[in-house]
């Protein structure tokens, strides 16, 4: 996955968070947020020892889970409103994590 991607699927939720449909806002919103949480366990995963990791495993799965199924929702949502999305059927969960993280981040950045 390059860049326009992450930056393609960023926009879409940037679109939606500023969207004056509630439908939209709300799904937008669900992705923010679990894009959030999880990139926060990834962040854990980062500091912590092995243990801690194992104990952990379970809720940053979950988390993870949930971003993906919270950015299908989105997408598939949008796609029936007659936009044209990305078909993220061709990428594995480490590269869906990996767009959670990026939305955080941007997320983050955005709100200087």
């Known amino acids: 996955m390059n860049k326009e991607t992450y ?3 960023m926009l879409f939720v940037v ?10 806002l709300e ?9 959030i949480r999880y ?5 854990d995963f980062a500091i912590n020892d092995n243990a801690w990791k194992m104990e952990n495993d379970k809720y940053r799965t979950s988390a993870h889970n949930r971003f993906m199924d919270c950015l299908n929702i ?3 949502y949008l796609k029936n ?7 993220l059927s061709e990428y594995d969960r480490k590269t869906l994590g990996d767009i959670a993280c990026y939305i955080a ?6 709100q200087r």
């Open 15 to 24: 679109d939606g968070l500023n969207s004056t449909n509630t439908d939209t």
């Open 39 to 43: 990139a926060k366990y990834r962040m």
């Open 7 to 9: 930056e393609t699927i």
């Open 74 to 76: 989105y997408l598939r």
């Open 81 to 87: 409103s007659g936009m044209k999305v990305i078909d």
């Open 105 to 110: 981040y941007k997320a983050a950045i955005l």
């Open 27 to 35: 799904l937008a919103t669900d992705v923010l947020k679990s894009a």
